[in-house]
């Protein structure tokens, strides 16, 4: 008789807590793409019948929306909270069909006979690899305005930037390109609310060409920082102005003067702490910190590197995250005298990431090495100027101790505080020689580390620097 085979375990299967929310979302989603396609049916009808009869009507908005309740999905709720008209209903509709049901844009593939091409009024685009039409603002305006120029002209309100669709980046219009008319614009729906409309799940943008910056974390927490006492009370007026802004700039009536949104600069030698303290800053009050990679920013070709900061920045807008610029210098430099074209293309990207920086709402975060490296005129602009500097032996010798939370497995030979006394070291140096160290003890067969194996660690993390025993 053949034996039954048993499951471990390790592979029992539990039920997806995220299953019911899809399961909503897709409900309230079909009953919306549902309706739209009768909506497309009765333009349809509309549209070609008056080739041959004017005067015949049809309006589009007889065909009545579903009605949703805000306890359905996520998708509804967002329809009850915004108060969504039939227009903007439909605006919304256009951009999520690609995604869930793009056979839904097929009809738009219809031939012109007389011209034998596409109808122009239909508007569209085709990606590089879905081969199914993708709508542009021609398309939302021909379902919702047919012929109708006034109509045509009201539609165009909903596709503005003063729209809440923008406002709250919901859907973004990718422009067509230099010279070409508006309405030849892409429609898109944001992957954060595509994330929202159908997982249900909370998107979390991912570094990519499009997006180049990467939000980063760390599993250390203030216990585990050592800082001037001088330096602490300035992080916490960045922590208090994350927790209570509301109240500084509403409750106490100062939002005509004071402009949203908190500037720093960190700046100190390599190690100190700056990116692990911004990293910190953001985790006690709940909030993302996004570390932008100046290599994808920074471009040599005019205007590229304000477009591709001006993603980060547009993407920030809405969320309430912490900018982080490390190696500042590298985008935020100082001018220099204009003596060709190329400097003054370089004084521009300053100016105009002084300009971004400025009217940005989130704390944003600058840090460098060498503070004189900043152009000057950003100093007025900081909220918070903190040097980070070297730590002195005292603080060393708490970052070896910490850096050390087991003392088993150091050797009795070990002396900490002749190393913090004797050795110049930054936190991150630190770091660096207790790694070499730890594989250096086990590479020789020992249980523990000793003396040795951290001498020759901070001999060759300080020949790293430059600097010689």
């Excluded at 029992?12 to 897709?26: E, G, H, I, W, Y």
């Excluded at 333009?43 to 929306?65: K, S």
């Excluded at 160290?437 to 590479?443: E, M, N, P, T």
Aim: hydrophobic share 40%; glycine share 6%; with cysteine.
């Amino acid at each position: 008789m053949q034996a039954s085979a048993v499951v471990p375990a390790s592979r029992t299967f539990s039920k997806d807590p995220l299953r019911d929310v899809r399961q909503r979302n897709a409900a309230s989603l079909e009953r919306e793409l549902d309706w739209y396609v009768a909506v497309m049916d009765a333009r349809l009808e509309q549209y070609f019948a008056a080739d041959e009869d004017p005067n015949h009507q049809l309006d589009i908005h007889a065909v009545a929306p579903p009605a949703h309740a805000p306890d359905e999905s996520d998708f509804a709720r967002a329809l009850c909270e915004w108060e969504l008209t039939f227009d903007e209903r439909i605006v919304l509709a256009i951009a999520l069909i690609p995604h869930v049901r793009p056979q839904a844009l097929d009809l738009f593939f219809l031939q012109n006979k007389t011209l034998g091409r596409p109808y122009t009024e239909f508007g569209g685009w085709k990606g590089k690899v879905h081969g199914g039409f993708l709508p542009t603002c021609e398309t939302v305006s021909w379902v919702l305005a047919g012929r109708e120029l006034a109509r045509r002209l009201e539609v165009q309100r909903i596709l503005e930037s003063e729209h809440l669709f923008f406002e709250q980046r919901v859907l973004r219009v990718e422009p067509a390109g230099a010279g070409e008319p508006f309405w030849g614009g892409a429609l898109h729906i944001t992957s954060e609310f595509l994330s929202r409309f159908t997982s249900g799940e909370v998107h979390k943008p991912d570094f990519s060409a499009e997006f180049p910056a990467k939000r980063i974390t760390s599993k250390l927490s203030w216990a585990d920082v050592v800082l001037d006492p001088e330096v602490r009370e300035d992080l916490a007026h960045i922590e208090t102005w994350l927790k209570k802004s509301e109240q500084v700039m509403c409750g106490w009536g100062l939002e005509k003067n004071i402009k949203p949104g908190y500037r720093c600069l960190f700046y100190g030698p390599p190690g100190t702490g700056k990116t692990l303290t911004a990293t910190l800053i953001g985790a006690s009050c709940g909030l993302d910190v996004y570390r932008i990679d100046l290599s994808m920013v920074v471009s040599k070709y005019i205007g590229e590197t304000e477009k591709n900061l001006s993603r980060v920045f547009d993407e920030a807008e809405t969320k309430n995250w912490v900018l982080f610029f490390d190696e500042a210098d590298a985008l935020f430099g100082k001018r220099t005298a204009t003596k060709s074209s190329n400097d003054r293309f370089a004084n521009q990207e300053v100016s105009y990431l002084l300009q971004r920086i400025e009217d940005c709402p989130n704390v944003v975060v600058l840090a460098t090495n060498t503070r004189s490296n900043i152009d000057d005129a950003f100093y007025r602009r900081f909220q918070s100027v903190v040097h980070f500097p070297m730590p002195g032996p005292e603080q060393r010798l708490q970052l070896w101790q910490r850096l050390f939370s087991d003392p088993t497995i150091l050797g009795p030979d070990v002396n900490l505080p002749a190393l913090a006394e004797q050795y110049e070291l930054s936190g991150g140096a630190l770091t660096n020689i207790v790694r070499f160290a730890a594989l250096r003890a086990v590479r020789l067969g020992r249980e523990n580390i000793v003396q040795q194996d951290l001498v020759i660690g901070i001999r060759k993390e300080r020949t790293k620097e430059g600097k010689f025993l």
